[in-house]
């Protein structure tokens, strides 16, 4: 940090198992990536190619190296994952992995259904080779999935293997963990929170409104992701309190009570 504030919160330093921050590249140029690492890469823990960007994107492998090279973790997107799966050429996506140089990956079903314990043996396999985040929730608005259910499928995809699973929500925030407006499905964030350890999860959050709340729920080091690249700098300060949102959540109770208005 630029200089010294009290009562800023402690944040883990790199590499670390909590407090990540994910940010979605849906199609950045390598200039764009440069300046990004420049800017914000010393914030950010993980990078996701989102959905299907890296079947399009130019020099693929040179933004991967780049990543890499800032000490980033990088991987395709679920939707990928799935586009080969649902083709029946998961031996074609490993070696795709292999040829870019990726160390992580996703396995997802947000978009195609697979049975549960088959989606268990995927991540249990690619767990061999990669760091494997796997992501639980549908990408339709309108599927609502019980908590119970949540929590088994979370539970048995860490037992499998993953790093982090991750609380889908879109791009768009609106689904999985969202209700259509948005804002978040309270009893069934708390309820996950009950059974499965928050340093285990990964939370979608790509809308401020959405960050604010988790970091009230779960302090400066919850695990959020989807975050767009001109949105690390700003979640930062969210989580360090030195923005509007956050601003007392840190400070003595005898500085709030003089100065809250």
């Known amino acids: 940090m630029n200089f010294t504030l009290p009562f800023i919160p402690e944040r883990p330093a790199k590499p670390r198992d909590n407090g990540l ?10 200039r764009e990536v440069e300046n990004f690492i420049d ?26 190296k780049l990543y890499h090279e ?4 990088v991987y395709v997107g679920g939707t990928l994952f799935e586009a080969f799966l649902v083709r029946d050429k998961i031996d074609d996506y490993i070696k795709l992995m ?7 990956c996703e396995v997802s079903d947000g978009s195609i259904s697979i049975e549960h314990d088959k989606k268990c043996e995927l991540i249990q396999r690619l767990s ?30 860490l037992q499998a ?4 699973v991750i609380a889908e929500a879109r791009e768009s925030g609106n689904v999985g963990i969202y209700r259509p407006n948005g804002t978040a499905h309270t ?15 990964m939370w979608e959050a790509p809308k401020k409104p959405q960050q604010v709340w988790f970091i009230k729920l779960l302090g400066a080091n919850a695990n959020l992701g989807n975050i767009g690249p001109d949105e690390v700098i700003p979640l ?17 109770e005898n500085i709030v009570e003089t100065h809250q208005s």
Do not use: C, H, Q
Request: aromatic content about 8%; overall charge neutral.
């Open 187 to 201: 009893l069934l964030v708390n309820k996950i929170l009950a059974a499965v350890d928050k340093d285990d999860i």
């Open 236 to 252: 930062e300060t969210l989580r360090l309190g030195l923005r509007g949102d956050t601003f007392f959540s840190y400070l003595p």
């Open 98 to 104: 292999n040829e870019l140089g990726l160390e992580t």
């Open 70 to 73: 800032a000490n980033l973790k």
């Open 128 to 157: 061999k080779d990669f760091t494997v985040l796997s992501e639980v929730g549908s990408k339709e608005e309108g599927i609502f999935i019980s908590p119970g259910k949540w929590i088994s499928m979370m539970t048995k995809e």
């Open 39 to 64: 800017k914000s890469g010393m914030l950010t823990d993980i990078v996701k190619l989102g959905f299907g960007t890296s079947y399009v994107t130019n020099s693929l492998k040179e933004k991967i």
């Open 21 to 30: 921050t994910m940010m979605m590249d849906k199609g950045l140029s390598i």
């Open 161 to 164: 293997g993953s790093w982090k």
